[in-house]
């Protein structure tokens, strides 16, 4: 079946470190667009920051932000979903943060709440694009409650960071890690996988006809529920097992080359993946 949606994770997949998009991926996304094909942004990342580069790129779909816990419309601006963190677990997601010594950054209305800043300016930017906020105490910042939290942790620790929240906060939050240094929170169930299904729905586009391309284990969802799942070459172990194919890694436009032959390039045999194809 032609791929009539398109989800594409940003960070590792779109871009590296730089946040600079490359030409060819740049390209390919535009040329997708042109063939009639609706590409949205999954990601973790406030809708702000999803926007900016959905207008880069001359995107006008829905986009699906926060790891999943936001569908918001590009045109009005307006929520078609929202799920915000579970008010009653937060003060304990604080408090643990505290006695962990781990550096929370807690997100809502396009700003990142935090305790004291840890990180110059540039980290903080090239990791929210927001406005950071101190307050004396995070539990402040918990009326209304954020949308999402990120931990930043050092490389190597995020799994033994993630499995505690995990075994803490079971039935309560989703943990994902999504990137080396990163491990994120949002509320149970909220992930990319169940937004994307939610998107397809509203803009009336089958699953089979769904395409995703991501390499975190938060992006493993989304691989999973598509009918065409991608992982960049160098993804997570999690997204590569989501994956039916697997893509060149980042430095070689991995996002670009999918694109190249499922939407621009397709052939017949490919309208139905009976497996993994190598890359």
Request: proline share 6%; aromatic share 6%; charged share 20%.
């Amino acid at each position: 079946m032609r791929i009539q949606l398109l989800a594409l994770d940003l960070d590792g997949t779109l871009f590296g470190d730089d946040g600079i998009i490359r030409p060819r991926v740049r390209l390919a996304v535009a040329a997708a667009i042109g063939r009639g094909v609706t590409v949205t942004l999954a990601t973790g990342r406030a809708f702000d920051v999803a926007a900016r580069y959905a207008r880069d790129l001359g995107i006008e779909a829905p986009l699906i932000c926060y790891q999943g816990a936001v569908i918001q419309d590009m045109v009005s601006g307006r929520a078609l979903f929202a799920e915000a963190l579970p008010a009653q677990v937060l003060p304990a997601v604080v408090a643990l943060a505290e006695a962990r010594g781990w550096d929370l950054h807690l997100q809502r209305d396009s700003r990142v709440f935090v305790r004291a800043r840890r990180q110059d300016e540039q980290f903080y930017w090239l990791l929210f694009g927001l406005p950071v906020v101190e307050v004396p105490n995070l539990c402040l910042a918990l009326d209304p409650p954020p949308t999402k939290f990120v931990i930043t942790c050092a490389p190597g620790e995020t799994e033994a960071v993630a499995a505690e929240l995990r075994a803490r906060f079971a039935g309560h939050l989703t943990i994902v890690r999504s990137h080396d240094i990163l491990v994120e929170g949002v509320a149970a169930g909220v992930n990319k996988g169940r937004a994307l299904a939610r998107l397809a729905e509203i803009l009336n586009v089958p699953q089979s006809a769904v395409m995703a391309i991501g390499d975190q284990d938060n992006d493993a969802p989304m691989i999973a529920w598509a009918g065409l799942g991608v992982a960049m070459g160098d993804a997570t172990p999690a997204a590569r097992a989501a994956a039916r194919w697997l893509a060149p890694p980042l430095a070689e436009d991995g996002a670009a080359v999918a694109i190249e032959r499922f939407i621009l390039n397709p052939t017949d045999d490919e309208d139905v993946i009976p497996g993994r194809f190598p890359s």
